[in-house]
């Protein structure tokens, strides 16, 4: 007994200091997060105003709400799963323990839930960004985005049904005893394991699909070309992700539930941060402006923009854009820019306004470019022009 009892307290400090990082690190996420989250929305509304939002704007706060409740799920401790058949026997329903485990499950079916709400309202806000950023483009690539939508809604009812259908009785979700089955261990049940997978991996490849393709058929220069498609498809980090979280409870059912709970947080957390990279990547760049070379913080030269530019920051497209029809032809004329290029209109229909979002950001000012074709890059109305191009002017002062 003397022998054994210094093994086992130094195992419990173990797992109780593995317990400490493993929470601090699911709040710091969260706090980075959300940081990121309330720069997006700084960024947004000094360019368009509070009035300007789009609809992306207000589902990535659905996201971070999922999100906080996502952590606090995680945080929590054990449930039913990784027990033997003696140990749930042998477990009083009175103990501690026993309570515990029953409450952790019941946080585990919440934790599943909110996870699949926290992704489906981060793909819904990327879907109504890429609206923006496509617009103009012909009916084809409207047919994409309204394909991703179908595709989104279908797999987050998919989801659900996964969580909701498949214990039956409900109940057995927080059973100790008799072992309710792996079905009802909502930590490792397979049918949720595998639909979320599964799920999430072919949104998030179309989801990146939509938009690097057109990119790639661009007259970008090949380092923009790069750039952009960095900041477009930083989801593949989010299949990164997917792919641990469930490797960890397929391979190790017992233990393995821990190690998919702390990659599920971080799966949570890139996602966040990829569906505001490309908001907040221009305004950062603003800031550290001062302290790069002159080379590379100098202005770019004004270049003309045509009829019907827009913004990917910007709101959406106005009525005389929307009663425009579709170029489908609308790539010939790419050609790219600096970041915060003030584009400078020498008539009255031709507004100051500044490209943002993409670090290698796409416009449609070739010099040979109709004045009626829609760019790539979808953007803003008059009142969000001046008011990029007022921010233009007050950082270089």
Sequence with gaps: MTATQP???????AAAAAEVAFITEL?????????????????????????????DDYFVWVGISAL???????????ANNGM??????????????YMKRVLGSKIQVAGWSTYVCLMTSLKISMLFFLTRLMFGLGRSFQLRICIGFILVITTFIT?????????????????????????????????IVWSTFATNVSTDI????????????????????????????????????????????????INGAQLAGSWGTREAFVAVMTTNLPMIFPLIKRWLRPLLPKQLSASPKVEKSPEGFRTIGGGGPGAEARRR??????????SCSASEELVADETKKEQEQEDILLPGEITDIEAGASSRR????????????????????????
């Excluded at 829609?374 to 002062?397: C, F, I, Y």
């Design 159 to 191: 989801c659900l049904v996964s969580i909701f259908a498949f214990c039956r009785p409900f109940r057995n979700y927080w059973a100790i005893y008799p072992d309710p089955g792996r079905s009802c261990q909502a930590a490792i049940s397979l049918p």
């Design 7 to 13: 093994g086992s307290d130094r195992a419990a400090g």
């Design 206 to 253: 179309y989801l990146i699909m939509i938009p690097i393709p057109i990119l790639w058929q661009s007259s970008l220069a090949l380092s923009k070309k790069i750039a952009s498609t960095v900041v477009l498809g930083a989801g593949i980090f989010v299949l990164v992700c997917a792919v641990l979280k469930s490797a960890f409870i397929l391979a190790d059912p």
């Design 374 to 397: 829609p760019s790539l890059v979808p953007g803003s109305d008059d009142a969000e022009q001046k008011a990029w191009t007022q921010l233009e002017h007050d950082s270089r002062k």
């Design 325 to 334: 029809p579709a170029s489908a032809n609308a790539l010939t004329g790419l």
């Design 84 to 97: 033997s058949e003696t140990q749930r026997e042998s477990l009083d329903p009175n103990s501690d323990e």
């Design 27 to 55: 709040w710091t996420l969260y706090a980075v997060g959300l940081s990121a989250t309330m720069l997006r929305t700084y960024a947004r509304v000094r360019a368009v105003g509070l009035r300007g939002l789009r609809a």
């Design 68 to 78: 906080g409740h996502e952590v606090g799920h995680a945080a929590n401790g054990s």
